[in-house]
Structure formats: C-alpha cells, structure tokens
C-alpha cells in the first residue's frame, strides 16, 4: 500500500510539473505580445520585451541648427538650444559627431571638432557649439547621442490598428464569419447524432462508417473541388460565389464529421432508462431531443463549440478560397497576413494586430473551459 501511495504521489507530482511546464511555454509569448503591444515604437527597435519596464538606452542621430540660428556672444560665434525639441525627457550619456564613434565623448565634456570650434552636449539634451568664426552652411553639424528614456507604454498602437490598419473591419468580418460557421454545424450535427445513437433505420450503419471515414479525408483536397461546385451554382443563380454564405457552408462541411462523431459518442453513453420512460409516457423523439438530450448534452456542445471557433478564427486556406479580398470581407488573419508582408518592420503594428487576433478565442476558451474536459471525457463513452 505504502508503494502505491509513493507511485500515485509521483504520479501526480510529475502531471503538475508537466502542466506547468506546458503552461508556461504558452504564456509567456502572449505576454511578451501583450506587453510589446502596449510600447513605444522605438522602444520596442531598441530592447526585448523582457526589458519593458527598465530604462531603454538606444543611439539616436540628429542636426544641430543650421548657421541663422547662431548668435554672436564674447568674440564667438554660439549655436545653443536642446536637441529633445519634442519636450520628452531623456537623459544623454554620450554623443559623437561621426558615425563611426557615436559615443565618442561622455555627456558634459567639450569636444574638439577642429580649427577651434568645440561642442558640448550635456545629460539634459542642452548643447552649446563654439567656433570663432562664423557659421555657414544651409544644414547643421550632424550629431549622434546614446540616450536612456525611461518606459513608455501607450495605447495609440491599439488605435492605429483598430481604426486605421483596417483591423477593426476585419475583426467584424471575421465574427460575421465564425459565430455561424460554428452555430450551424452545432444544430445540424446535435440532430445528426442522436438518430444515429437512438434511432433504428437501414444504413444507420454504414452512415456511421462514412462518417468516421471522413474523418480523415485532408481538407485540401477537397477545396478546389468544391470551390469549382460554388462557382457552378453561382453562375446558374446568377450570383457571386465568394459569399459568407458559401464559407459557412464551407465550414460546416468540413467540420460536420468530427461533430456527429463527438456528440453521437456522448449521446449514445446517456443512460437509456431515460430515453425508454420518456417513450412509455408518450414523448416523441423530437420531444425527448429537446427537452432530455440537449440539456444534458451541454459539455459536449461547449466542447465542440470551443474546437470549431477557434479553428475557423483562426483559419487562413477556406478564407482565402471561398471568400473574397475586399475590405467588407477580409478576414482577421488574412488581413494580418497582408500586414505582415507590406509592414514587416513595424513591430507595434504586428504585435498589436496579433493580440486582438488572440483576445477573442481567449475568452471562448476562459468563458467554457469548466465544459471542456468534461465533455472530451464524456465523449469517451460507449453506448448506443
């Protein structure tokens, strides 16, 4: 007894650490998403996520004034002022005047550029530049810095995205997409699985097979066979085959097979003492759908709905083939698919787009998880 107990301890010890493990490796990407979504631009070119909220020190380039702005003060020729014009506060610890050496001398010191003239650059951005004979030139002297600024996080990345990327079109396109893409195939699949678990006609059977067979049929072999089938029918009716009519259609196509075969598994483990009262007291079998099985099908309903959002969420093949490019019809991960291509250096612009895409599964996922497991189990019954 002693020696299960130790095993089963074990046992259990190492399910933790596994999960953690698992947990981890998922979480700590998305907070690195999270977090680079809320920084400054320049601050995310600059330091890792990881680096967020310590100051940030990157070099930055600049000119001076250009020669109007000097003035005459003891027999020399000055150019002063500060080079942070934007106001932000920043602190300077060294600066350079090629770009070479961009940190050739320490903040506060005076720097001989020749034939007389000296700059100086302090920790606050204010410069002062010498020369005993007067400036000329339409450009100023160019000027680099090592500069720390402390952590800035913002939500313009959010606005941008949301309103002027085309994000927030696509994020309604692509609920327009996947709330009926997963509705569908729920109701066609709940009624599909309890005749095929309680109700006795020819070719139940070989219904069954059929079912589990397609199963394993890859989805990309059926794309252009289908789509060559929508562009049929459309051409016949007289209308477009790119529709959200054709990817529900689509959807539900390819995820009816797992459906029927979650819930006919769960239904038929439903205990028939149920099922034979209900018929003794007159109940027919729509009634006994209705009112018995789908209240006590509810987990694996969740179960199933969890699966086929994210999957059509986060689906990029059956959007672009059955659904249309424009801007009333491009989906969340084809737009952001497009971004990355045409925007593949603005990492505020990436890492925000990729977190909205994220937000909304994640609170399916939260909002039903307590169903989850419990109809997966569930579903492992056999009956029927």
Known sequence: MAVATGNSFASRFGVHIAVLVFVTIWTIPTLGILVSSLRDKDQIIASGWWNSFASSTQTEAG???????????????????????????????????????????AAGTSADLGDGVTLQVNADG????????????????????????????????????????????????????????????????????????????????????VIIGLLVVPLQMSLIPLLKLYNGVGSFFGVPSKTYLGIWLAHTGFGLPFAIYLLRSYIAGLPREIMESARI??????????????????????????????????????????????ADQIVLTAKLNALLGSRGGDWEILTTSAFVTIIVPLIVFFS?????????????VKGG
């Open 63 to 105: 000119r001076l004034p250009h020669a109007s702005a000097q003035v005459q003060k003891d027999g020399k020729f000055v150019l002063e002022g500060n080079i942070f014009g934007d106001g932000a506060k920043r602190d300077i610890s060294a600066f350079g005047v090629k770009s070479a050496a961009p940190t050739q001398y």
């Open 126 to 209: 204010s410069f002062v530049m010498t020369s005993p004979k007067a400036f000329e030139g339409d450009r100023g002297q160019r000027l680099y810095y090592a500069s720390s600024a402390p952590p800035k996080f913002t939500t313009d990345n959010y606005r941008s995205v949301l309103f002027s990327e085309g994000i927030g079109r696509s994020f309604m396109n692509s609920l327009t997409v996947t709330i009926p893409a997963t509705v569908i195939p729920i109701l066609i699949a709940a009624f599909a699985a309890y005749a095929l678990a309680w109700m006795r006609f020819p070719g139940r059977a070989l219904l069954i097979a």
């Open 281 to 326: 007291d007159g109940a027919s079998d729509f009634e006994i759908f209705v009112k018995i099985v789908l209240p006590l099908s509810f987990p694996v309903l969740a179960s199933f709905a969890i699966f086929q959002f994210l999957w059509v969420w986060n689906d990029l093949l059956v959007a672009m083939v059955f659904l249309g490019t424009e």
């Open 368 to 380: 039903l998880q307590r169903y989850f497991v419990r109809g997966l189990l569930a579903g492992s």
